[in-house]
Every structure is written in structure tokens, then in C-alpha cells.
């Protein structure tokens, strides 16, 4: 158990639908991320919010919608995907914004929701 | 942004000590190194950080030369569980949304362990 609760484990959808995946962390922390894995690919860094201030979108696709309501609760809005978004995708949390002025923040992973787009 | 080199694969068997060593030639003076294990399906794990000489935990130890140019990440024993993908990261210093260092994952090094 690292903290970080993800829901539903598991997700299929059609390419019209919409559907939600949501992130919680019980650890106090600050800052809070999305990463997607494809099969066989590194993690991509999709998302990174500090005290639900987003501060980082990397040139994802607008069919995939962050939201940060406080600092403990993540979700990540779908509509409209591709076979090719099929992927787990990861959240995470740590105290404070990696990369930024503190290099050793740790990071804390949810157990992933598997995305399947059909 | 520090870029970091491990091995794509190793091998290894049960009971055996394994030393995953990466590359980080360009890394800054803050710069910390985290390593970080992940299973098939899951999210990766903290391992262990260290900024210089050794580390040591309940898991494993990392080793990092006055250089700070590598590190090796070290699991004594290892059984079938430690079969992974292990990863290492480098730490930049840029304010947000400048460098990400600790927040990108590479390939990682997929170790496979050996009854």
C-alpha cells in the first residue's frame, strides 16, 4: 500500500465514450502527477500539478482532461480516445513538485488503471 | 536535463548479489539519484536515493564515486520476486516546467531472476 489509491483497475471504453479515472493520496503531499505506459514503451509524463495549480502539460492531446480539485484528489477526464491511448495509466504524488527547486522528491505510484480503447 | 544509461537487460539466480550500474555524465551538483523498481502492471516503487559515496537500506544499497558520473544500485540475495524493471533517475534543477530529470523514466534495466 503506497498511499495512493487509483479507481477502477481496469477500464474499457469505446472511442464515443466518456469515462473518468480518479486518483486519491492519503499521504499530505503537495503535488500530484498523470503518467501514461504503453506496452513496451517508458513512462511518459503526461501531467503535474502543485497545490492543484497545474504546472505542467506535456503536449498531450486535448481529449485528455486533468483535473485537481484539492491537493488530495487527481482525475484524469476522457473523451474521445484513440486504440492507441490504450495503456495504464499511472498517478503519483510527493511532497513537493519534482524538478523544480528540490531534486530529491520521491515519487509515490497508484497501482494504475488499464485502459482499454476499443 | 541529466540523461541517465543503464543496461536494457541482465540476468541473474537466485541467491546471487546484483549491481545495476547507470550513467549520468551530465548530472548537476544538486542533483540527487533515485532508483526505483516496477513489477508487470503496477507503478514503480521508491528503492533508494542517495546523492554521494553509499546507501544503504533494507532493500538494497547504492554506491555512487566521487565523480557522481554513475551509480550502482546493488540487491544482495536476490530472489524471484526481484524480477523487474529497475529504474534510474536524475534530479535537474530548472523551476517548473524547466527541467524534469526526476519526473522522466527511461527504459530501466529488466532484471530477470533465475530459480
Known amino acids: 500500500e503506497t498511499g495512493v489509491t487509483q479507481t477502477p483497475r481496469h477500464l474499457v471504453m469505446g472511442m464515443t465514450n466518456k469515462k473518468s479515472l480518479k486518483c486519491e493520496q492519503h499521504?499530505?503531499?503537495?503535488?500530484m502527477y498523470w503518467y501514461k505506459q504503453s506496452a513496451k514503451k517508458p513512462l511518459e509524463l503526461m501531467f503535474v500539478?502543485?497545490?492543484?495549480?497545474?504546472?505542467e502539460n506535456n503536449s498531450v492531446p486535448s481529449r485528455f482532461s486533468p483535473e485537481c480539485p484539492n491537493s488530495s484528489h487527481l482525475f484524469l477526464h476522457l473523451h474521445t480516445l484513440q486504440p492507441e491511448d490504450s495503456a495504464l495509466y499511472l498517478c503519483?504524488?510527493?511532497?513537493?513538485?519534482?524538478?523544480?527547486?528540490?531534486?530529491?522528491?520521491?515519487?509515490?505510484f497508484g497501482s494504475g488503471t488499464q485502459l482499454s480503447v476499443l | 536535463l541529466a540523461k541517465t544509461t543503464q543496461p536494457i537487460s541482465m540476468d541473474s539466480y537466485e541467491g546471487q548479489e546484483v549491481n545495476i550500474t547507470c550513467s549520468h555524465n551530465n548530472i548537476a551538483t544538486n542533483d540527487y539519484i533515485t532508483w526505483y523498481q516496477q513489477f508487470p502492471s503496477q507503478g514503480p516503487r521508491f528503492i533508494i536515493q542517495?546523492?554521494?559515496t553509499k546507501v544503504t537500506n533494507e532493500v538494497a544499497s547504492l554506491f555512487i564515486p566521487a565523480d557522481r558520473k554513475s551509480s550502482t544500485l546493488s540487491l544482495p540475495r536476490v530472489s524471484l520476486s526481484d524480477t523487474a524493471v529497475y529504474y534510474c533517475?536524475?534530479?535537474?534543477?530548472?523551476?517548473?516546467?524547466?527541467?524534469?530529470?526526476?519526473?522522466?523514466f527511461g527504459k530501466g534495466t529488466k532484471l530477470s531472476v533465475k530459480p
Open positions: 499521504l499530505g503531499h503537495n503535488a
Open positions: 533517475l536524475v534530479g535537474d534543477i530548472g523551476g517548473y516546467g524547466g527541467s524534469q530529470g526526476n519526473l522522466i
Open positions: 503519483a504524488s510527493s511532497q513537493d513538485v519534482a524538478g523544480s527547486f528540490s531534486t530529491n522528491e520521491k515519487l509515490f
Open positions: 500539478y502543485s497545490l492543484e495549480e497545474r504546472v
Open positions: 542517495g546523492y554521494k
